[in-house]
């Protein structure tokens, strides 16, 4: 009984070892650290500043690419999710145009972006 | 066995079963990161994306909070890219001061920072440079691919369409044409300031490129822009272009409009002279800042004179002319359409 319990602990006591090393002390970075893992503050911004680059780049590839790191299905609907939201929000018009830019370059219209585009910022 | 060897038993299977759990099964998973932490290509993306936003929208504080916490070294990289592109593709002179400023603020160094970081560089940056209006849309600024192939030499009788030579009371003067052969035909440009300083009580006459300018290129449906400065080490006042064989071209100097410096149109060399095209290396002199240069030098005296002359020597802006080539071109007058801001692309 006494043995079993001492094997017990060592298990227990290994178990919260490994812990510590494996997730704290030497991590296993085995993973990209992408824009989809930043808080959401953070991805609106990252959102954001593809839309302006791709105003001074033109480059709509690289646009798509760095909109797919944010790794949500369908690619394109964190941004639509923001640039609807920032219209109900009655947000600058230079902050909403550049995302409603993109969004109709690559083809990602919504029904609320396609209305703000057609009747102008408010 | 005793108990504490049961125990070191356990706490060895406990430690290898947690590391392969932690490591294999249930590695660590990053959320709610910030820039600092993303994996290196995508920090350096953000970095490129915050030095553009900056460029285009001019708020610095909101930059510098993108941009905390990372190196100051991968900004002054990251930012240094981004202008070598906004500089290629021709974006405005005022964007490219931004993104230079921005490098330099983190410690990025190099000819083409130190020409837009700092106005007035070498001491002969053109007021107009700084809040000169640009076209709204950004226009690509073609270089030349290919070094010219044949060694630059006078032609007696040169197959490429020049005309209206700048009028008496033309801002710009054309002080040498060198005409080449070359696969892709170009037109490069020096824009210089040609002032006499006195040195020593001797009068001597320097070329000083003027970098920040911008040199237009015309055509029937469209435009072309280059900055000059770009390429410091052939001259601060250095552009060119790519042309195309059978387009008729005008050259305008600051902004497209009035009367062009030069109307040309690329041709074939002479089979004489091998296969290409002829492209051209213009040199040009400023009048209006001359004028103004002189006044200044006037004024100043030959002790300052001295300085400027050390200053410009420092940083190598002097641009040589080739007297061979002045008065080599025939000029032949040819008729061509006025561009107007509707064409420009």
Sequence with gaps: MRRLLAFLVGIAAGIGLAMLIGWVIVPLDRQEITPASMRADYQAEYIRLVAVTYQAEGDLARAESRLRALGADPYGAPLIALTERWIAEDRSPDLIAPLANLAQALGLDSPAIAAYRDGGAK | ?345
Aim: aromatic residues 6%; proline residues 9%.
């Design chain 2, 1 to 345: 066995m005793k108990s504490w060897g049961v125990a070191v038993v356990g706490l060895l299977l406990g430690l290898v079963g947690g590391l392969i759990f932690t490591w294999f099964v249930r590695p660590l998973q990053y959320v709610d990161t910030y820039p600092p932490m993303m994996s290196a290509r995508y920090r350096q993306d953000w970095i490129r994306m915050a030095a553009w936003s900056y460029a285009q929208e001019d708020n610095w504080d909101r930059t510098q909070t993108r941009l905390l916490h990372i190196p100051a070294s991968e900004v002054a990289a990251g930012s240094a890219e981004v202008l070598e592109q906004a500089a290629a593709q021709g974006h405005t002179a005022g964007m490219l001061q931004r993104i230079a400023r921005l490098a330099a603020a983190h410690g990025a160094t190099g000819p083409g920072i130190d020409v837009y970081a700092t106005e007035g560089a070498g001491g002969v940056m053109p007021p107009a440079a700084v809040a000169r209006p640009s076209p709204t849309a950004p226009l690509i600024e073609q270089t030349p691919t290919t070094e010219a192939t044949v060694t630059p030499r006078p032609r007696p009788s040169p197959t490429v369409v020049v005309s209206d030579t700048p009028g008496v009371d033309s801002p710009f003067t054309i002080v040498s044409q060198t005409l080449s052969c070359a696969l892709e035909p170009y037109l490069a440009v020096s824009l210089e300031l040609s002032r006499t300083v006195e040195i020593r009580g001797r009068e001597v006459q320097e070329q000083i490129g003027l970098p920040m300018r911008e040199i237009w290129l015309i055509w029937d449906d469209g435009a072309d822009r280059a900055i000059t400065g770009l390429r410091p080490r052939k001259g601060l006042g250095y552009a060119d272009f790519t042309i195309e064989p059978g387009r008729i071209y005008n050259l305008y100097v600051d902004s497209p409009s009035g009367r062009p410096i030069l109307t040309l149109q690329a041709e074939p060399c002479p089979p004489a002279e091998g296969t290409g095209w002829v492209s051209r290396m213009l040199v040009l002199y400023d009048n209006a800042m001359e004028q103004a240069a002189a006044g200044s030098a006037d004024a100043t005296g030959a002790a300052d004179a001295t300085a400027a002359v050390e200053a410009t020597a420092a940083v190598g802006t002097t641009v040589p002319v080739d007297p061979t080539i002045a008065a080599s071109p025939t000029l032949t007058p040819t008729q061509t359409a006025r561009p107007t801001a509707a064409s420009i692309e």
